[in-house]
């Protein structure tokens, strides 16, 4: 072999190797964010199209007031609505100090027989914060409205 396809040789495999080596890397990464990415839902999403029991998911909206009611321990049940649909929602934790009736928040869980079964529970953080998803889901119901500057 001439010294010129030796290099061409070369080449082709140093390529063939960095290509197997990022296909590999990428398949590792996505193998370990499959868990790790949750994907947003409003209540009525949930309701038109319930999601498998084993897919974990967050779901966001209004705590529906009213429907507040503390179990035995820290279990904790509620509902939560977008204004077009609510979805029963069970907790066992500690819930955030800033967690109320009406107010926004996000839950992460899974969606078992007709109930969400949360393993988190996020309130919004102040009296003008609503996550970009529940303002959106919200919006869409025609539930939610631009706060005026003071009021």
Known sequence: ??????????????IAMAT???VIST?????AMRDGINFFRSPSQVMEEPPAPNETFRIGGLVEEGSVVRGQGHEVRFSVT???ASVPVV???VLPDLFS?????????????????ASEILAKHDETYMPKEVMDALKEQGVYQEATPGS
Request: net charge positive; glycine share 18%; aromatic share 8%.
């Open 27 to 31: 398949a590792l990464i996505g193998y």
């Open 91 to 93: 907790f066992s934790g």
């Open 20 to 22: 197997v080596a990022l």
């Open 1 to 14: 072999m001439s010294l010129m396809s030796l290099k061409k040789t070369r080449r082709v495999q140093v």
């Open 101 to 117: 009736e009406n107010q926004g928040m996000v839950g992460t869980g899974r969606y078992v027989n007709g109930v969400f079964e």
């Open 82 to 84: 977008d204004g077009g």
